[in-house]
């Protein structure tokens, strides 16, 4: 069993930053790909970003060169660095790691863009 916490959401202007944690259970952290989707109301969940374990990443191309996916080993957490935030990136924001067959959440973190 895994357990997902996030942090870090909150109301943030437009232009502004944010950085999520993702902080996880167990001792093999280091193994395991990580990734963070978003779910806006009315809409699918959709990745974000994704870090395997060797810290290879990729993006959402409505993400790249604004969001940087990163990870801490040593503190079993995954982050999220939002800068230049837009209105459309308002959503509950949710870490993910899939193992053995099965997937796992967190229990979300909100996001709100606005002025």
């Known amino acids: 069993q895994v357990q997902l916490v996030e942090s870090g959401g909150g109301l943030v202007q437009p232009g502004g930053s944010l950085r999520l944690s993702c902080a996880a259970s167990?001792?093999?952290?280091?193994?395991?790909?990580m990734a963070w989707y978003r779910q806006a109301p009315g809409k699918q969940r959709e990745l974000v970003a994704h870090i395997t374990s060797g810290g290879s990443t990729n993006y959402a191309d409505s993400v790249k060169g604004r969001f940087t996916i990163s990870r801490d080993n040593a503190k079993n957490t995954v982050y999220l660095q939002m800068n230049s935030l837009k209105p459309e990136d308002t959503a509950a924001y949710y870490c993910?790691?899939?193992?053995?067959?099965?997937?796992?959440w967190g229990q979300g973190t909100q996001v709100t863009v606005s002025s």
């Open positions: 167990g001792s093999i952290f280091r193994l395991y790909a």
């Open positions: 993910n790691t899939d193992r053995a067959g099965a997937r796992y």
